[in-house]
């Protein structure tokens, strides 16, 4: 699309590479999770220092095979949690992490459950 800009006026556009998390999350075995005690499992993901308005964050229910894939998110340090939906108040399940992504380099998160 193109747009007039006043000729006072000035117009900065920036552009940046989209990036990606995989998030598995698995048993103390190993073995792919995607419910626990007949509850599906959820991912959240969020900017490390909080989520808020134009900051990018999601959550998804994993797949059958225990992962999920967040895509299309900026560069930048991010934290993510799980747990079951639903789940108690105040327990945690698995430890959050807080991981940096950046423009060609996927990042690849494990969880697992006791």
């Given at each position: 699309?193109?747009?007039?800009?006043?000729?006072?006026?000035?117009?900065?556009?920036?552009?940046?590479?989209?990036?990606?998390?995989?998030?598995?999350?698995?048993?103390?075995?190993?073995?792919?999770?995607?419910?626990?005690?007949?509850?599906?499992?959820?991912?959240?993901?969020?900017?490390?220092d909080?989520?808020?308005?134009?900051k990018?964050?999601?959550?998804?229910?994993?797949?059958?095979?225990?992962?999920?894939?967040?895509?299309?998110?900026?560069?930048?340090?991010?934290?993510?949690?799980?747990?079951?939906?639903?789940?108690?108040?105040?327990?945690?399940?698995?430890?959050?992490?807080?991981?940096?992504?950046?423009?060609?380099?996927?990042?690849?998160?494990?969880?697992?459950?006791?």
């Open positions: 699309t193109l747009h007039d800009v006043p000729a006072a006026g000035e117009l900065r556009v920036r552009l940046e590479r989209a990036c990606k998390v995989r998030v598995n999350v698995t048993d103390k075995s190993g073995t792919p999770l995607a419910k626990l005690d007949n509850a599906s499992i959820l991912v959240e993901i969020e900017p490390k909080g989520p808020g308005v134009g990018w964050s999601g959550s998804a229910e994993v797949k059958a095979d225990g992962t999920h894939e967040f895509s299309g998110m900026p560069a930048g340090e991010y934290r993510l949690k799980s747990h079951p939906n639903p789940s108690n108040v105040g327990r945690t399940y698995v430890p959050e992490q807080v991981v940096k992504v950046e423009p060609n380099a996927p990042v690849i998160v494990t969880f697992k459950y006791p």
